[in-house]
């Protein structure tokens, strides 16, 4: 029964809508007025912590009055989102000093934890019917195979651990001036995943994974140039392959562990 509450409330928080033409996602507006502030290049999730309410559902998924839940612009995998603090005292901090406050990072930790459930649960309703650890799931689902408990039949097959397909990290240099925490599915699988960088930034230590905070003062990640994250060859996070400097192998070999990733 929860499962089935769940899923038209996942699909409406997390589908994908068309884009209205009138709104940008660098200026706020007021209602039935003019805009009333612009946020450009690296300020532009400003806009977002700022007036959430001014965005359709196909660009905010939730807001509350501590933290705004975004889909990413340039997703670099299937489902790709953002978590935006609205804390005035640390949101255009660096997340390594932001995060050296306990009672703000454990926020965002228990924050966060509630955006990955629901791109977890995304997953599911996406990927869930290609899925062999699904199957039994699905079944019952689509009403060709009874429950497993008939006396509770709200009782689902547990299936996929779809929670552990999602990554949640910031990156050790962001590229935007707010805090945002990313938090995606691990599958790299997306149009707009077009070089090294995009993919050495997700898949290297240069994301710091957000249970690793607050990070100690020697850890290498607190200096990723000298370590040379992005510049490292390009490993495949599901098999292990280097593929070096080669981006164009690695997208074509992407697009094959995609299509198995979805039906373990």
Not at 43 to 59: E, H, Q, V
Not at 107 to 128: C, H, I, M, N, Y
Not at 224 to 245: A, I, S, Y
Request: proline share 8%.
């Amino acid at each position: 029964m929860l499962d089935k509450l769940l899923t038209p409330l996942v699909t409406e928080l997390m589908a994908a809508k068309p884009k209205p033409q009138s709104k940008s996602p660098g200026a706020t507006h007021s209602k039935g007025n003019t805009v009333a502030r612009v946020f450009k290049d690296r300020d532009g999730l400003g806009a977002y912590i700022a007036n959430p309410g001014g965005f359709p559902p196909s660009r905010v998924i939730y807001h509350t009055p501590d933290f705004v839940a975004i889909h990413d612009l340039y997703p670099k995998a299937s489902v790709h989102c953002l978590l935006l603090p609205r804390s005035d005292q640390h949101n255009l901090e660096h997340p390594f000093d932001a995060f050296e406050d306990a009672a703000f990072l454990a926020s965002v930790e228990a924050e966060t934890a509630k955006l990955k459930t629901l791109v977890a649960k995304e997953l599911q309703r996406r990927f869930g019917p290609h899925s062999k650890q699904d199957a039994a799931r699905e079944a019952v689902l689509n009403g060709t195979a009874d429950p497993p408990d008939l006396e509770h039949p709200e009782r689902l097959p547990e299936g996929r651990d779809w929670e552990a397909e999602v990554k949640v990290g910031v990156h050790a240099h962001p590229s935007m001036s707010h805090l945002h925490v990313h938090v995606f599915s691990r599958d790299m699988h997306s149009p707009c995943l077009k070089h090294r960088k995009h993919y050495n930034s997700f898949n290297t230590p240069f994301l710091v994974d957000i249970a690793d905070f607050p990070l100690a003062e020697d850890d290498p990640r607190r200096h990723p140039g000298h370590e040379g994250f992005m510049k490292q060859g390009m490993v495949c996070w599901r098999c292990g392959r280097d593929f070096k400097n080669k981006f164009k192998e690695l997208k074509d070999h992407l697009e094959i562990e995609f299509g198995e990733w979805k039906r373990e």
